[in-house]
């Protein structure tokens, strides 16, 4: 069974009777969102997908945690302007859209936020959007606060006890927003009376923010304080009651935030721990991509790199617990268009011999399912690659010859999805046995070619003006004159290359001689022959 499948089995049997799920996720929008998270959105999405698919309510959570500190500074912002924002709430930091372009946000945390919001929405995940920020000041998280404060010694013992970390006696698992700068990654508690907490803002405590120096006391509701994340992620969980939520393999490691979330939760807030997906990472290409192609691995412009469909398929074709490692560079695009395609065909005529794969098509949908998905030909993307490359090609009619009748509507849409994304693949990707130009003129390589050489073109030139020949016709027919010719085939297919693209090798004879213009290259090669 397909995992998405045999895990919402799974969450019912776990709450037998239930019939609405909730089912969250969240991310820290402290810059340009990386590709990886993605993964953890999918997986949620999919998994939802499969609950209600079995006739359950689910609401699906999408929080974006703005009351966290800004910890870190990206490389792509102006330093001297943002420097003074480090320990300041996300959404208490001004939006870059100035530096960075796009739509002005209200704040940084919203600017970031919508960013990776479009991707997800385009995916075809319309999950309910929190920001952390307002939850704290309705006071959502109030009653929860109260209970960690009230247990501060029982958190830093599970602290203790399940990652090894010493809390001092005097620790709080609480912060502030200080009354005088406006930072919380700078404040410490220093007391609780039930009503107030008193709270010192440190100059000195982190190395990445500086505060003010100031001592005061403030109440902790209404979105004064907020809670270290090890003790707000249970907190989140009992709050919302929410019944599903996975962990990244960060948070997922023994003795990590997962372990103390779940404990928190069990024994300080007295609420049932959610149905856990522990999932692996989702690796992007390596530095080696960002420098060598200009390309980052924010999940904006990777997600412009394959339809929408494709990212999905991405993400789900394995299971959650194996990592994924996609680097784009050469020929991985066209493998994954491939293997979808493969998918697609179990989908639709071969229906029952492979189910999880017809399960991969069905969950891979951004429209939410392979059912109103119309049956069509999928041309393989490196043979529209290679026909893009040919001059003067109605690639319509080419798809159509391949497909072996004429093109539906449907059919048509696929070739210009196609069309984009390949040329975006041979722009960047491809490797260069997948790239050429027609020349137009005879290449000056073609003047060192050998006698022999000349003969096997003018032969090739001869035989085209028999008649019209398909590409396999064409493909045995070369070969032919190749044996007879006496020559290896580098040696006879190197002429053939030399004679149109003013290099050793290209793609397919057969297939490249088929899509080109008949009388060209009768021509071409005569003009060679007779050098
Ligand atoms: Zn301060």
Redesign the pocket.
Known sequence: MFWADEMADEIIAKYPGKEEFIIRDEKTPSGRVHIGSLRGVVIHGVVAQALKERGKKVRFIYEFNDADPMDGLPVYLDEAKYRQYMGKPLKDVPSPHEQLGGEPAKNYAEYFSREFLKVINDLGFQPEIIYSSDLYKAGHYDEWIKKVLENKDKVRQIYREVSGSEKPEDWYPLQVV?E??G?TG?TKVTGWDGTNVTYE?MPNMVEWGV??G?KGSCTPFGGQGKLPWKVEWPVKWASMNVDVEGAGKDHAAAGGSHDIAERVCAEVLGTHVPYNIPYEFFLFGGAKMSSSKGKGASVMEVAELIPGALMRFLMIRKKPNQPIDFNPDGPTIPVLFDQYDECAGFYFDKKGEFPDLERAFHFSQVSGGASGVEKHYYPRITRIAFLEQIPHVDLYEEVAKLKGSALTDADRAEVDLRKHYAELWLKDFAPDAYRFTVQETVPVGASALSENQKKFLGAIAETLAEKDWTGDELHGKIHELKEASGMPPKEAFGALYMALLGKESGPQAGWFLEALDKNFLIERFGEISKS
Request: positive net charge.
């Open positions: 200080c005088k700068c930072k700078t803002c505060g003010c100031f």
